[in-house]
T-cell receptor, first 120, second 115 residues
Framework: GAGVSQSPSNKVTEKGKDVELRCDPI?????LYWYRQSLGQGLEFLIY????????KSGLPSDRFSAERTGGSVSTLTIQRTQQEDSAVYLC??????????????????FGSGTRLTVV | AQSVTQLGSHVSVSEGALVLLRCNYS??????LFWYVQYPNQGLQLLLK??????LVKGINGFEAEFKKSETSFHLTKPSAHMSDAAEYFC?????????????FGTGTRLTIIP
């Protein structure tokens, strides 16, 4: 697509429920990133995909968080048993590539508009 | 590991005045440096970047930044602020290192323009 698409744009869920957040990157972008943006906290790295593999998942805050990517395209971030501290804006970004090699260092990231998650 | 510090979480300037947003980084290897802007209820948009070569880089909307290795800085400037510049600005650093292919962001600076 023309840009990075995230859905839903807003999600309100009850504490303890599971949620799935979706990211559809720009076609041909092999690298995909998830970040979390909390009020006053800047952007916190969660996980990075190159193709369908996740070489760096060091930012996932707990085992309640998981992510997958299929077909080198769409990615889903799943949060199980949501807690109030999970409330944040979840941002997805993708990076332009040359073949299978991401060129993030040259092109930077293209971000989606985010999913605002509120846990009540 | 790399890190970035943005001095001043809030900056206010008068319309027409100089904008200066500060960013200092820490990296053990040559860094790639970026500035992103986030308008209300929108995602982040790339403003400008430094990869290699010329240390003074120009971006969109009249912004520019200068990479100063000796000061480990990458401050963002604009000679004359416009009301439409009101937004949050994020500095980011990355290194091209297998297994560490991600950008590390600062905590952001919210820019307010005073009419």
């Amino acid at each position: 697509g023309a840009g990075v698409s995230q859905s839903p744009s807003n999600k309100v869920t009850e504490k303890g429920k599971d949620v799935e957040l979706r990211c559809d990157p720009i076609s041909g972008h092999t690298a995909l990133y998830w970040y979390r943006q909390s009020l006053g906290q800047g952007l916190e790295f969660l996980i990075y995909f190159q193709g369908n593999s996740a070489p760096d998942k060091s930012g996932l805050p707990s085992d309640r968080f998981s992510a997958e990517r299929t077909g080198g395209s769409v990615s889903t971030l799943t949060i199980q048993r949501t807690q109030q501290e999970d409330s944040a804006v979840y941002l997805c970004a993708s990076s332009r590539s040359t073949g299978q090699v991401a060129r993030w260092w040259y092109y930077g990231y293209t971000f989606g508009s985010g999913t605002r998650l509120t846990v009540v | 590991a790399q890190s970035v510090t943005q001095l001043g979480s809030h900056v206010s300037v008068s319309e027409g005045a100089l904008v200066l947003l500060r960013c200092n980084y820490s990296s053990s290897v040559p860094p790639y440096l970026f500035w992103y802007v986030q308008y209300p209820n929108q995602g982040l948009q790339l403003l400008l970047k430094y990869t290699t070569g010329a240390t003074l880089v120009k971006g969109i909307n009249g912004f520019e930044a200068e990479f100063k290795k000796s000061e480990t800085s990458f401050h963002l400037t604009k000679p004359s602020a416009h009301m439409s510049d009101a937004a949050e600005y994020f500095c980011a650093v990355g290194v091209s290192n297998f297994g560490n292919e991600k950008l590390t962001f600062g905590t952001g600076t919210r820019l307010t323009i005073i009419p």
